[in-house]
């Protein structure tokens, strides 16, 4: 089962549809028909935030999902499914793979990833997870720690890769090259150009979010290029 998800991804395009409570699209009824929208245009595959978001797209969208919920917590800079209360949440609707952070910071309740993963695994043995990284190291560990994908996800978005250039192209094909695990790619692809150069890197597959779900974002690129 876990190989026929993988495949039915491979080479394509999955479409975020995430809004948080704070954005203007926040709805789950929102996000199913930006799902429905993304499956109907193609997509391979969906990422999203909440088990609310994801049941909803559910009733309408039967494309392999990425599920993650994300979370603030006080002593961690970790908000992406980052402590096992998320993980079992996620795990009782079962989407075809979990996402969580795969990076070096330190999870609330000074866990670290390496004991973490290690009872997630030890809950859920035929679950797919996937990393979300930011540097190649911290691709490469997650690997060995047993994560069935390693996504670049978080590559611009920790303390130590805030400024990168993305979409990273170096570091995608380094991910690819040197964790032996799919890579799916994820992070600053805005143009259909841009997809094309991930997915010529040997990737399993590309996540596009913001230009495609967040219209606020793409009206604010607009708006710049008038007063440029």
Known sequence: MADKVLESIRGGL????????NEPLHSSYIMQRMAVAAMWGGAAGIRANTVSDILKIREEVHLPMIGIIKKEYADSEV??????????????IQPEIIALDGTD???????????FFREVRKRYPTQL???????????????DLGFDVIGTTLNGYTAYTKGNALPDIRLIKSMV??????????GGIWTPEELESVIGTGVLAAVVGTAITRPMDITKRFVKALHT
């Open 14 to 21: 999955i479409v975020s549809c995430q809004a948080l409570e």
């Open 79 to 92: 908000f992406i499914t980052p402590t096992l209360k998320e993980v079992d949440e996620l795990a009782s």
């Open 105 to 115: 910071r330190i999870r609330p309740g000074g866990i670290k990833l390496e004991e």
């Open 129 to 143: 997870f996937m990393a979300d990284c930011s540097t190649l190291e911290e691709g490469i560990r997650a690997a």
């Open 177 to 186: 090259e040197k964790t032996q695990k799919p890579v799916i790619a994820e």
